[in-house]
């Protein structure tokens, strides 16, 4: 079985900055992408950013020139950086992994989620 543990989410003004973080960890071989999903209230999940095993990295328009997405392989640990927050990006914050586990199964995991409240 495979872990994904978030921390890192919390309430601040717009403007402010917040970084996220997710550790993988159990019956891991590798893991290809990683990313972070967000679902506000009475919508659906949105991809807000990935980075690949390669090292390629994507966002949604919304968040280009404000989140950073970073990843430590070493560390099975996937960070997003959230800059110049406004109240549009006030949801719940999933991370998730395309884990290769021990048994050379290959799933999507997901984190349990953190809440990120942006107020104007």
């Known amino acids: 079985q495979v872990q994904l543990v978030e921390s890192g989410g919390g309430s601040v003004q717009a403007g402010g900055s917040l970084r996220l973080s997710c550790a993988a960890s159990?019956?891991?071989?590798?893991?290809?992408?990683m990313g972070w999903v967000r679902q506000a209230p009475g919508t659906q999940r949105e991809l807000v950013a990935t980075?690949?095993?390669?090292?390629?990295?994507n966002y949604i328009d919304s968040v280009k020139g404000r989140f950073t997405i970073s990843r430590d392989n070493a560390k099975n640990t996937v960070y997003l950086q959230m800059n110049v927050l406004r109240p549009e990006d006030t949801a719940v914050y999933y991370c998730?992994?395309?884990?290769?586990?021990?048994?050379?199964?290959?799933?999507?995991?997901w984190g349990q989620g953190t809440q990120v409240t942006v107020s104007s």
């Open positions: 980075f690949s095993r390669s090292g390629s990295t």
């Open positions: 159990g019956s891991i071989s590798l893991i290809y992408d």
């Open positions: 998730k992994a395309d884990v290769v586990q021990t048994n050379w199964t290959r799933k999507i995991y």
